[in-house]
């Protein structure tokens, strides 16, 4: 039985012999998987994220050269590197700008680059005439503050906050969603924890997911997320 995520001796074999298959054909090897195997949270107990023999699936793939493992659950982009290993978290579709990892897969290197999801482009080049999707990158900006506001307003009916402190709040949380998504975060880190906005939102998100979560989001950001290359 099981509580946690696992990654079962027999599957560890059979990933072990997949990886020598390719060896031995002179194959490059990508790796994706739903659960996380270098976040912090992968490797503790009582975090929800845990996965049993994930280290030891970690070290398998750093013994086989794989550069690269992709994988998601945490609804998050971010980046880890452990020896010669890199993990990339991909996104989910259903954040506001909406974003995407494209990779550029060569003989030498694997190149990384965040995609935004051009849809007005999209929409002009169909001849569409709904005007959300000729104007989806204002929409989105529109909806993205909307929700910044709304969940502000959400916190603040417990952690009550001043109008001015209100928009400042919600100005921050605008601020860091659009850099985090854009991959501009780890440079804007400082600029953003200066922001008036900082000290009211994290006052207002006390006892709130979105409190510890917005401040793992910018303490964890790398530059990395603006993209990277990665050598065979």
């Not at 280290?55 to 750093?62: M, Q, W």
Request: charged share 20%; with cysteine.
């Amino acid at each position: 039985d099981h509580e946690n995520a696992f990654l079962s001796n027999e599957t560890l074999q059979w990933a072990e012999k997949m990886l020598n298959d390719a060896q031995e054909q002179g194959l490059h090897v990508l790796c994706a998987g739903h659960y996380n195997i270098l976040t912090e949270g992968s490797r503790q107990q009582g975090t929800g994220f845990y996965v049993e023999n994930g280290e030891r699936f970690a070290e398998l793939l750093k013994a086989n050269s794989v550069p690269l493992y992709l994988s998601g659950h945490m609804h998050l982009r971010e980046v880890y590197s452990e020896d010669n290993l890199t993990e990339l978290l991909t996104e989910y579709l259903l954040a506001y700008p909406t974003g995407y990892n494209m990779l550029d897969v060569t003989e030498e290197q694997i190149r990384c680059l965040p995609r935004r999801v051009d849809v007005d482009a999209w929409a002009a080049e169909q001849g569409e005439n709904d005007p959300v999707l000729l104007h989806y990158a204002a929409w989105q900006e529109e909806q993205l503050r909307s929700y910044s506001h709304s969940n502000v307003a959400y916190m603040a009916e417990r952690n009550p906050l001043n109008r001015k402190q209100a928009k400042q709040a919600e100005d921050f949380f605008y601020a860091v969603m659009t850099a985090y998504w854009d991959g501009s975060l780890s440079a804007r880190r400082t600029e953003l924890e200066a922001m008036p906005g900082y000290d009211p939102f994290f006052r207002c998100a006390e006892g709130y997911a979105y409190g510890w979560w917005l401040k793992a989001v910018i303490e964890t950001a790398v530059p990395e997320l603006a993209g990277f290359t990665l050598a065979w």
